[in-house]
């Protein structure tokens, strides 16, 4: 998930027994060294919901590791209205994250900071 969609970026991954890639090879870095790089198509979510031609849905999770925002930014979150989103939101990202849901008037409901630090839960007002 990106802003834009039909562009290549490097991802970073410590192979097959890794649960996780990003596009920023430092957050991979802190699970280990000499990330694999590879090179991926971008598609914005908008995109995504169209191809697959999803009118609406209730209920959106997003985990993809430093780029909500990005994804976030090719989302038009007026048009789908979830009533209900969780979202990773480490502390390199969590004011952007925070700060697009205040401008799209959502709320947070919930937190689930005091072991892993990340998800939020919000709620249209």
């Known amino acids: 998930m990106s802003d834009v969609s039909d562009q ?6 410590l192979g097959e027994m890794f649960a ?3 596009s920023d090879r430092g957050f991979v870095e802190r699970f280990g060294e000499n990330p694999r790089e590879v090179t991926v198509p971008t598609i914005t979510l908008d995109d995504l919901l169209e191809r697959e031609k999803v009118q609406a849905f209730d ?3 997003m985990d993809i590791e430093l780029s909500e ?3 976030l930014a090719g989302f038009s979150i ?7 989103v969780c979202i990773e939101a480490h ?4 004011q952007q ?3 697009y849901f ?3 008037h959502y709320v947070i409901v919930a937190k689930y900071l005091r072991v892993d630090e990340k998800n939020l839960y919000f709620t249209p007002l």
Request: charged fraction near 30%; proline fraction near 9%.
């Open 91 to 94: 502390p390199e990202v969590r």
């Open 78 to 84: 007026k048009r789908y209205r979830p009533a209900l």
């Open 59 to 61: 209920f959106m999770s």
């Open 102 to 104: 205040t401008r799209h």
């Open 69 to 71: 925002p990005k994804a």
């Open 8 to 13: 290549q970026i490097k991802m970073y991954t």
């Open 97 to 99: 994250i925070l700060d």
């Open 20 to 22: 996780g890639s990003s």
